[in-house]
């Protein structure tokens, strides 16, 4: 009983000291790194998709291979590969203001 009210107690206070603190500032450096960040991971969501994409197709491939009375495939797209990451410009946000 003790426990659970200390935990209580712990959780109540530390919720209100998160609420006092001040919303961080961030600088043109550090809403531009974080434009990255956002970025590289959704080219990491489409070079994940892709993979996805190209291991279906191999599972696929060879479930057709390997049972005689499989169905014909159904045509699906070709997987689009994303290719590398190109990270976003500083020029791109400017043009987009205008």
Same mark, same amino acid.
């Given at each position: ?11 109540a206070l ?5 609420? #006092? /603190? ?6 043109d450096e *550090? ?5 990255? $960040?956002? =970025? +590289?991971? !959704?080219?990491?969501?489409k070079v994940?998709?892709? #993979? /996805? ?7 696929? *491939? ?5 049972? $005689?009375? =499989? +169905?014909? !495939? ?17 020029? *791109? ?6």
């Amino acid at each position: 009983m003790k426990k659970s009210v200390f935990l209580f107690a712990v959780l109540a206070l530390s919720a209100v000291a998160h609420a #006092k /603190l001040p919303a961080p500032v961030l600088t043109d450096e *550090a809403k531009a790194k974080a434009e990255e $960040a956002k =970025a +590289k991971a !959704a080219h990491t969501a489409k070079v994940d998709a892709y #993979k /996805l994409c190209l291991s279906m197709d191999r599972a696929a *491939a060879n479930h057709r291979k390997s049972v $005689a009375n =499989a +169905k014909p !495939a159904t045509p699906t797209p070709a997987c689009a590969d994303p290719g590398p990451f190109v990270p976003p410009t500083a020029a *791109a946000p400017a043009a987009a203001k205008s």
